[in-house]
T-cell receptor, first 113, second 111 residues
Framework: EAGVTQFPSHSVIEKGQTVTLRCDPISGHDNLYWYRRVMGKEIKFLLHFVKESKQDESGMPNNRFLAERTGGTYSTLKVQPAELEDSGVYFC???????????FGPGTRLTVT | QKEVEQNSGPLSVPEGAIASLNCTYS??????FFWYRQYSGKSPELIMSIYSNGDKEDGRFTAQLNKASQYVSLLIRDSQPSDSATYLC???????????FGPGTRLSVLP
């Protein structure tokens, strides 16, 4: 069974540019989560999808971040326009049904210069 | 007070010893607790989940939960150099499904 995959693995962009991160969850997992780890800090929750619906987006830092999960399969997280403080590692995780066990992808390291 | 706290380490133990990792949490009604292992530059890997008070064993790993004292621990028996990694404690808060992570404890197993 393939795990959670994320693309790209690393992105370097300039302040003000737009970046789109992609996550493909484990097949059959209805729950999809985005987390972020900025330098020296804990992994922080961003939002949670159940299928295509946003269940909880309380962790989204501001309206420069837009997450979508059209069709309830893969998800994208767009940052527009990117700021320096957005640099960090963005993780995606998925879980099956009502299981609380979340499986993480390899992350996308975003560097905003 | 942070929601989930861990000693950042590094915790150094000799090969073959027992490594003990601790985590405390502030949400008294939390019910679900997880330990992840993360190698440098890699994704967090789920190694244990625990939901009830007491011990849960899986191979060389034992998770211990004490809800009254609001702490959860992870014991690694017969530690191996390959166990050297950062261990993350994650707590599912009541009322949602997202996790709150601790800062992680860096474990170093010395050959």
């Amino acid at each position: 069974e393939a795990g959670v995959t994320q693309f790209p693995s690393h992105s370097v962009i300039e302040k003000g540019q737009t970046v789109t991160l992609r996550c493909d969850p484990i097949s059959g997992h209805d729950n999809l989560y985005w987390y972020r780890r900025v330098m020296g800090k804990e992994i922080k929750f961003l939002l949670h999808f159940v299928k295509e619906s946003k269940q909880d987006e309380s962790g989204m830092p501001n309206n420069r971040f837009l997450a979508e999960r059209t069709g309830g399969t893969y998800s994208t997280l767009k940052v527009q326009p990117a700021e320096l403080e957005d640099s960090g590692v963005y993780f995606c995780a998925s879980s099956h049904g009502l299981s609380y066990e979340q499986y993480f992808g390899p992350g996308t390291r975003l560097t905003v210069t | 007070q942070k929601e989930v706290e861990q000693n950042s380490g590094p915790l150094s133990v000799p090969e073959g010893a027992i490594a003990s990792l601790n985590c405390t949490y502030s949400d008294r009604v939390s019910q679900s607790f997880f330990w992840y292992r993360q190698y440098s530059g890699k994704s967090p890997e789920l190694i244990m989940s625990i939901y009830s008070n007491g011990d849960k064993e899986d191979g060389r790993f034992t998770a211990q939960l004490n809800k009254a004292s609001q702490y959860v621990s992870l014991l690694i028996r017969d530690s191996q150099p390959s166990d050297s990694a950062t261990y993350l404690c994650a707590v599912k808060l009541s009322g949602g499904q997202n996790f709150v992570f601790g800062p992680g404890t860096r474990l170093s197993v010395l050959p």
